[in-house]
């Protein structure tokens, strides 16, 4: 079974009551040290997958499952599930998945000497979902690669390997790599100049911006005026909301109703059982407070994708903040 084509998401008719209820059932019954997180994480990708909340539960536990059960141990990844969501999201199977991963392990080793990880196999189901065949081109590869060198000149030190997922879905665009670098510096630097901190997080921002129709000054404007809006309404705000903000932007009304929207949902998700942490709760309100505001099925189906790679880099990223922390203070 090849990965579902590209096309629009159909969606709920009330998203924010369809996430709530994945989120229960995902969540029932599970020890607290069953990867919760993820499992929130999951419930907001999988609004879009038609079933009852349980049954789709229940794929869930059996793909993630078959992929444990199908990968050497020192292979597996820590943030299998949210793997799995991403599988089942597209229609994919545990096993056709790592095939390809194996196959297409070789094209990246053309580009880049050692294996990215979870980010290679990301890139990589991200590539497949555009293959005819299933199967990963060397072109395809070769592309990504082209794209990832082109933001790695404008930041060496932020672009790593962590950017193939991103740059995969950057790459399923017409546009030269030239140009696809040049509007996300152009996204970057504006950003900036108009308060955003530099670093990791405001440059996921610039790529996920890069697929907005304005603009560049239209585009940055409209995030600071969502930034601007959260911090006067209380929040704390920073860095670690840029990519939430980027997604945000995409919503077509005024800034007031953006905010007011995902404030509301917020609140309805931090009332959840086993309610999420602040900044989880606000990513997950960013993310069903978009299903609802923009109706635009086809690009809801590539927002929704890069919010997923956000999320599992998140996710990848504090397991390492926490393993450092952790080795620090027992030396």
Not at 66 to 86: D, H, I, N, Q
């Amino acid at each position: 079974m090849n990965p579902a084509p590209d096309g629009p998401l159909v969606l709920p008719a009330r998203p924010l009551d369809r996430f709530c209820d994945l989120y229960e059932a995902l969540l029932a019954d599970r020890p607290w040290w069953r990867g919760r997180e993820m499992l929130r994480y999951c419930a907001l990708a999988l609004v879009t997958i038609p079933g009852e909340p349980r049954e789709i539960a229940l794929r869930l536990d059996q793909l993630t499952e078959e992929l444990s059960a199908s990968t050497p141990w020192y292979k597996r990844s820590s943030v299998g599930t949210m793997l799995a969501a991403e599988l089942l999201r597209n229609g994919s199977s545990a096993r056709e998945f790592l095939a390809e991963v194996e196959r297409a392990a070789g094209l990246f080793r053309a580009h880049w000497r050692f294996s990215g990880s979870t980010f290679e196999a990301l890139a990589i189901e991200v590539l497949r979902r555009k293959a005819p065949n299933g199967h990963v081109s060397a072109s395809q590869v070769d592309r990504l690669a082209a794209i990832w060198k082109e933001l790695k000149s404008s930041h060496p030190v932020l672009t790593s390997r962590s950017d193939w997922p991103l740059c995969a879905l950057l790459s399923r665009t017409e546009a030269a790599p030239s140009a696809i670098g040049e509007r996300v510096e152009a996204l970057y630097q504006t950003l900036h100049r108009q308060g955003a901190s530099r670093g990791d997080p405001l440059q996921t921002a610039a790529q996920i911006l890069y697929f907005h129709a304005d603009s560049t000054d239209s585009v940055a404007a409209r995030f600071q005026a969502l930034y601007a809006g959260f911090k006067a309404s209380g929040m704390w705000m920073g860095s670690h909301d840029y990519e939430e903000l980027a997604l945000l932007s995409f919503a077509p009304q005024a800034p007031a109703e953006v905010l007011e929207t995902t404030l509301r949902h917020r609140e309805r998700i931090r009332a959840l059982p086993s309610a999420p942490d602040k900044q989880t709760s606000f990513t997950l309100a960013c993310g069903t407070a978009l299903l609802e505001l923009s109706r635009d099925g086809a690009r809801l189906s590539m927002l929704s994708e890069a919010q997923l790679l956000v999320n599992i880099q998140a996710i990848l990223a504090a397991q390492q903040a926490a393993a450092v922390a952790a080795s620090s203070a027992a030396s």
